[in-house]
């Protein structure tokens, strides 16, 4: 995404359509969060920054009834400040962001999804030039195709964070941001949602971006991309990917198949009759792409290899992140019918491979440890559960894995 969208924020969709492209309406995201504390608490101190902020906004060309408008009902969300300041800087591996973002059920609904809305994303790659099956997996990326499209006041968000001043310039941008979406007339205040840093809609604009890139397909004078129709949502992608260098019918990247000792060859850039010449051959069979490729070696040699092409680099001004392109990319495919990877990853730190690390959380929830979804992926409840059976075991408590621990789970 580059410096335009959201390098900054934890979404529902890195972690999740509708039938029916026709007229949306105001839609979702009208019902107050869960957590009490993203619903609006008495703070004088964000009461006096709101009317401090009034009269910039108005110098910026926001008219009062809007601005009075959109902070009738806005207010502090002590659970914003809370999220924001709690963010860790943390990278999964490959195999577990894949295993969260592009796991079979995430392919399933995408193919039906692409197939359920395919004549829109035909007209919009007419439009764009961005293929169906790459706009539909940002959607199945950023909002689990539209399921989770955040239900937060953005005024209320964007100015809590404003106020704490932690990155009070960069959200007084997007609370005036905001503030011209409701000018215009695309969202009304009470349906302007979105995650808890601002992301909004089916494929998680910030404000900035959506004043930008957002779009109306159809024409009906608003830009709508959070009704339970899609169209807005994915043609304003396909703009975003259009405008930031995407080429028609050229691809993201494809995985490949090192020679021996290849792995010395990642981080370079050849023809794919270099490549080739190099014995790099694409895993799923055939020919390589012609263009320039950079080889990739996300986990190192003993994991799955990938040329990436220009396409790829469009996809990171989106996230600028690797896995992150690897996983819009490797979904796609599998919504056109792909498999999964065919190159293996490597055991993980405590020595386990991914089938261990599903089995491990399968026999703690048999133990009566609740330890989530059995997938793979190793997070606080797997800790908890962990941490749980240790005590009850007698062993020492550290909420670590361990083939030892697998093997006595398997004893029963």
């Given at each position: ?82 999220r924001d300041r709690s963010q860790t800087e943390f990278t999964r591996t490959l195999e577990d962001y894949l295993a969260i973002t592009a796991n079979e059920q995430k392919v399933s609904q995408g193919r039906s999804e692409l197939r359920r809305n395919m004549g829109v994303l035909r007209e919009i790659e007419a439009r764009y030039g961005v293929p169906p099956h790459v706009v539909c997996a940002v959607w199945g990326m950023e909002s689990s195709y539209g399921t989770r499209r955040g239900n937060i006041p953005v005024i209320s968000a964007c100015s809590t964070l404003a106020f ?249």
């Amino acid at each position: 995404m580059g410096s335009t969208r959201r390098t900054f924020l934890i979404t529902g969709g890195a972690m999740a359509l509708l039938a029916g492209c026709g007229g949306g309406g105001f839609s979702g995201g009208a019902t107050a969060p869960d957590d009490p504390t993203l619903r609006p608490q008495p703070n004088p101190g964000w009461d006096a920054w709101v009317a401090s902020f009034r009269g910039r906004a108005l110098s910026q060309g926001i008219s009062a009834p809007t601005y009075d408008a959109a902070f009738r009902s806005a207010g502090f969300l002590p659970g914003v400040v809370e999220r924001d300041r709690s963010q860790t800087e943390f990278t999964r591996t490959l195999e577990d962001y894949l295993a969260i973002t592009a796991n079979e059920q995430k392919v399933s609904q995408g193919r039906s999804e692409l197939r359920r809305n395919m004549g829109v994303l035909r007209e919009i790659e007419a439009r764009y030039g961005v293929p169906p099956h790459v706009v539909c997996a940002v959607w199945g990326m950023e909002s689990s195709y539209g399921t989770r499209r955040g239900n937060i006041p953005v005024i209320s968000a964007c100015s809590t964070l404003a106020f704490d001043g932690r990155r009070g310039a960069f959200f007084e941008q997007q609370t005036l941001a905001a503030l011209r979406i409701l000018e215009r007339g695309d969202i009304d205040p009470v349906h302007l949602t979105g995650s808890w840093a601002g992301a909004m809609g089916h494929t998680q604009f910030i404000p900035t971006t959506y004043q930008s890139y957002a779009v109306d397909f159809r024409g009906d004078g608003r830009r709508d991309i959070w009704s339970e129709d899609p169209t807005d949502g994915l043609a304003s992608t396909a703009n975003y990917l259009a405008r930031s260098g995407w080429r028609r019918g050229e691809p993201w990247g494809v995985e490949v198949l090192l020679p021996a000792g290849g792995a010395s060859m990642a981080g370079g850039s050849r023809s794919g009759a270099g490549w080739a010449a190099a014995g790099v051959r694409p895993a799923a069979g055939g020919s390589l792409p012609t263009g320039s490729g950079k080889l990739l070696l996300p986990q190192g040699a003993a994991g799955p290899a990938f040329l990436v092409y220009r396409n790829f680099n469009v996809i990171l001004r989106y996230n600028n992140a690797q896995n992150y392109g690897i996983g819009v990319g490797h979904l796609s495919d599998r919504l056109l019918g792909a498999g999964p990877l065919r190159g293996g990853f490597p055991p993980d730190r405590y020595g386990l491979t991914i089938e261990d690390r599903r089995e491990l959380q399968g026999r703690l929830n048999s133990a009566g440890f609740d330890a989530g979804t059995p997938d793979g992926v190793l997070g606080k409840k797997t800790t908890a559960a962990i941490e749980g059976y240790q005590a009850r075991a007698g062993l020492p408590v550290t909420g670590e894995p361990s083939q030892g621990l697998l093997a006595q789970l398997r004893r029963g």
